[in-house]
């Protein structure tokens, strides 16, 4: 159409309406009447388009995209944590990409952007990121398993490298003589965070939080 005319105009969109134009022209401008006979050449020809050509291929769109289909996937961290993603020299996020493959961009406020060339990509970089950032919240439960055993508490890894304690006045109502009476080394419990003390231990209790549970049996989902 460059060649023969003086007008390229391309129009996309659904039944519902337009939803991109692109038009190219080289003389001094159009009136009114020629672009709205232009937009209904281009409303019958999209319409064809889509009854006899699109809608027979597919109806409706996909609820999802494709799991191999590139992905990007949005989230938000404190700021504060920002310099542990990136790590010293970079060492941290580019780790994360080494071993993902995905691309990520940290914005100053906290926003991060993850691409990577398929779902399972991105899903893995962000949860490394939200490993690293993980911080419980008193009076949370979370389901840990037991990864040491003290004479005075049990140890209990609420992720991947955070770890908490609960002591063995924590592990029952009755009174514990040793901590294997309870819980051993690669159980799953819930615990519930109690307190978080100045030196940043997470101090958990295993009887508040079975109490919990039972008061409300849905925490546990």
Request: charged share 30%; with cysteine; glycine share 8%.
């Amino acid at each position: 159409e460059d060649f023969h005319g003086e007008m390229d105009f391309k129009v996309a969109g659904t039944k519902a309406g337009i939803t991109a134009i692109q038009m190219d022209i080289k003389n001094d401008g159009l009136s009114h009447a020629i672009i709205k006979e232009a937009l209904e050449i281009t409303r019958d020809a999209r319409f064809a388009i889509l009854d006899e050509i699109m809608l027979p291929c597919i109806a409706q769109p996909r609820a999802e995209v494709a799991e191999t289909a590139p992905k990007m996937v949005k989230m938000k961290i404190d700021p504060d944590k920002i310099r542990e993603v990136i790590g010293s020299g970079g060492k941290v996020i580019q780790k994360i990409c080494a071993d993902t493959g995905a691309k990520i961009d940290i914005e100053d406020d906290g926003t991060i952007f993850i691409a990577g060339v398929d779902k399972a990509s991105c899903d893995a970089a962000k949860k490394t990121i939200e490993t690293i950032v993980f911080v419980p919240e008193v009076g949370q439960l979370y389901y840990g398993k037991v990864v040491r055993i003290l004479p005075f508490g049990a140890f209990v890894e609420l992720a991947p490298g955070k770890d908490g304690m609960v002591h063995i006045s924590k592990l029952s109502n009755r009174r514990v003589e040793k901590c294997e009476d309870v819980v051993n080394i690669g159980d799953m419990i819930w615990v519930k965070v109690i307190e978080i003390d100045e030196k940043g231990r997470v101090n958990l209790s295993y009887k508040d939080a079975l109490r919990d549970i039972e008061r409300n049996p849905g925490l546990k989902k």
